[in-house]
């Protein structure tokens, strides 16, 4: 039996968990941001032409049991959109307007914003068919969000 180092363990548990961190790709879908002056981190959930961000948060809600309140808490996320031009944040009261302004020439995604599938729960699935559809430019892909199979926003 071999016996080893407490910083000869350390070192070799750093280079095991190495690996892990980069098939994930959690560096590559973490950066920093500046919005507003204010440098944000935010996790990158679609790239491409239009990408969407979330920065995650913590919700408390109190609960009673037993006559006890108890804190209950749950990981909710703030969204962002942007392009080569910048990113704003984006939510269910303003995305009709930004959807125009980052996913340009879409006009029938446009027109059917608010509507079943194109709502703010649907805007992963919006992005990611107009960054396809912008790579594909010249096929005439309709907007199909619902088909893309991502989850929802809640």
Do not use: C, W
């Not at 109190?62 to 309140?69: A, H, K, N, S, V």
């Not at 703030?78 to 080569?84: D, Q, R, T, V, W």
């Amino acid at each position: 039996m071999k016996f080893y180092t407490f910083p000869g363990f350390l070192a070799l548990l750093s280079l095991q968990a190495i690996p892990v961190f980069s098939q994930a790709g959690v560096s590559d879908s973490i950066s920093k941001v500046a919005i507003d002056g204010n440098e944000i981190v935010l996790e990158k959930v679609i790239e491409g032409e239009v990408a969407l961000y979330r920065q995650a948060y913590q919700d408390e809600d109190l609960f009673e049991t037993l006559g006890i309140l108890s804190p209950a808490y749950e990981t909710k996320y703030h969204y962002f959109i942007g392009n080569s031009e910048g990113i704003e944040a984006i939510d269910g009261g303003n995305y009709k307007e930004l959807i125009p302004q980052y996913l340009k020439n879409a006009l029938e995604l446009h027109s059917r914003l608010g509507r079943s599938g194109f709502r703010f729960k649907n805007l992963p699935s919006m992005i990611l068919y107009y960054n396809r559809f912008k790579a594909d430019h010249p096929t005439k892909q309709p907007y199909g969000p619902r088909e893309a199979g991502l989850t929802l926003i809640e």
